[in-house]
C-alpha cells in the first residue's frame, strides 16, 4: 500500500507572534499563470488539506498583465482564488500578504505607491479581495532604491492600520538590515521576506541570522527557482546538488528547499506551483534531513549575485524591475 503523503507538519512549526504555522507554506504568485482555474483551486485546496496554514499572496498576483505577464482571458487574481477555494477560512490558516508595489493602469508599469492614501488602498483591495475583516500578516514590500531609503513612513501608515485593527501582524519585504532597524523601532515586525537562496542573494546570509537573533521570521521567495526568478525553476543542477538529492530519492528542486529550512527555526517556506504533483514533493521536502556534511558541500557551491547569474544568462531587465 503507498505510503499517506507527508504533510507540512514534518518541517515543524514557527510562531509568527499568536500565530502558529507549519514552517512549509505555499506561495500564491504563480496559481493566477494557470489556465486552469479548477486546477488552480485544487492546489490551493490539496495544499491546505496537506497541512499548509500559511499561504504567501500579494493583491497584484494577477494574470494577465499582473507580476508574471502570462496568460489571457479573463482577469484572475491570486487573492479571489484563495477565496474561492478556501472560503469559510480554515482557524489556523495565516494568509500574509503585501503592498507597497502596484501596477499603474495606464502605463502598466510596476511602481511603489508612496502616499499614505495609496497604501491604504491596497490594504483595502486585499480586504476586499480575501474576503476578510482583517488581514493576519501584512508585508511593506519596497522596491529597492540605492542609498539611504527610509521606509519609516510607510511603515508608520501600515502600523496605524494594525492599530484600528485592520491588519494582525506586519512584515518587510525586499530589504535591508537598516530598514528593519528602521521599521522595528515604529511597529513590532514579525517576518522578513527577502529573495534568497542556495545560490541566490546570499548577501542576505547576515539578514537572515538577524532575523534569527531578534526572533523574526525570515521567509526567503525564489528558494527553488533561485537566480531564474521570475523564470522558474531550472533543470541545470551543480553536482553537489544531485548527490545529495540522489542519496535522498529526492529532486534538486527538493533538496533547494530543504536547503532553506537547514538555515534556521526562524526560517519559514513558501515554495510556489501549479502543479499538485510538484506541490506533494515541496511539502515532503519539510521532512527531509540533511547531514551537516551536506549541508556544507552544498554551501561549497558558487555563491551568485542575484544581479550577476553565474551561468551567464541575461535576466531580462523588465522582469527585473518587476520584482527589485
Ligand atoms: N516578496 C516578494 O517580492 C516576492 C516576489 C516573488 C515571489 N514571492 C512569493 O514567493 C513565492 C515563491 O516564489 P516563486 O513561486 O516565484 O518561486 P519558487 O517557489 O522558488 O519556484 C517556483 C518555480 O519552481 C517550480 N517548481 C516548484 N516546485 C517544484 C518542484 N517540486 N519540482 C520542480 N519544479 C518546481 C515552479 O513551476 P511549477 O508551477 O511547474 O511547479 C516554478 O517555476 C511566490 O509564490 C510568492 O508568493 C514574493
Known amino acids: 500500500m503507498p505510503s499517506p503523503p507527508v504533510t507540512a507538519a514534518a518541517a515543524g512549526t514557527w510562531k509568527l507572534a499568536d500565530r502558529t504555522v507549519h514552517r512549509m507554506g505555499f506561495g500564491s504568485m504563480r496559481i493566477t499563470a494557470n489556465p486552469d482555474r ?8 490539496r495544499a491546505v488539506e496537506l497541512g499548509v496554514n500559511h499561504i504567501d499572496t500579494a493583491a497584484f498576483y494577477f494574470s494577465p498583465g499582473g507580476t508574471l505577464r502570462v496568460g489571457s482571458g479573463p482577469t484572475r487574481y491570486a487573492t479571489e482564488l484563495i477565496r474561492e477555494a478556501l472560503w469559510p477560512y480554515p482557524e489556523d490558516l495565516v494568509i500574509a500578504t503585501k503592498v507597497g508595489p502596484g501596477y499603474d493602469p495606464v502605463t502598466g508599469a510596476f511602481m511603489q505607491a508612496l502616499t499614505p492614501a495609496a497604501l491604504r488602498a491596497q490594504v483595502e ?3 476586499r479581495r480575501l474576503g476578510r475583516d482583517h488581514l493576519d500578516v501584512v508585508n511593506l514590500r519596497i522596491l529597492k ?6 521606509v519609516a513612513e510607510r511603515f508608520g501608515v501600515l502600523a496605524e492600520l494594525r492599530d484600528a485593527g485592520l491588519i494582525r501582524h ?28 542556495l545560490d541566490n542573494n546570499r548577501q542576505d546570509d547576515a539578514l537572515l541570522r538577524i532575523c534569527g537573533e531578534r526572533g523574526i521570521a525570515f521567509v526567503p521567495f525564489f528558494a527553488i527557482a533561485g537566480a531564474r526568478r521570475e523564470d ?45 504533483d510538484h506541490l506533494v514533493d515541496n511539502i515532503a521536502a519539510g521532512a ?6 551536506e549541508v556544507a558541500r552544498l554551501d561549497s557551491l558558487v555563491v551568485e549575485d542575484a544581479a550577476a547569474p553565474a551561468d551567464g544568462r541575461q535576466v531580462d531587465p523588465a522582469h527585473r524591475a518587476r520584482t527589485e
Open 38 to 45: 479548477e486546477l488552480a483551486l485544487t492546489v490551493l485546496r
Open 125 to 127: 483591495e486585499n480586504l
Open 145 to 150: 532604491k540605492p542609498g539611504h531609503d527610509s
Open 170 to 197: 506586519l512584515g518587510l519585504s525586499n530589504i535591508r538590515a537598516d530598514h528593519l532597524d528602521e521599521a522595528a523601532a515604529i511597529a513590532p515586525v514579525v517576518c522578513v521576506q527577502n529573495s534568497y537562496g
Open 232 to 276: 522558474g525553476a531550472g533543470s541545470d543542477h551543480d553536482a553537489a546538488l544531485w548527490d545529495v538529492a540522489h542519496a535522498h530519492g529526492v529532486t534538486p528542486h527538493q533538496v533547494r528547499l530543504a536547503w532553506t529550512l537547514h538555515q534556521g527555526p526562524h526560517v519559514l517556506a513558501i515554495p510556489g506551483t501549479g502543479d499538485p
Open 288 to 293: 527531509l534531513r540533511l547531514s551537516p556534511a
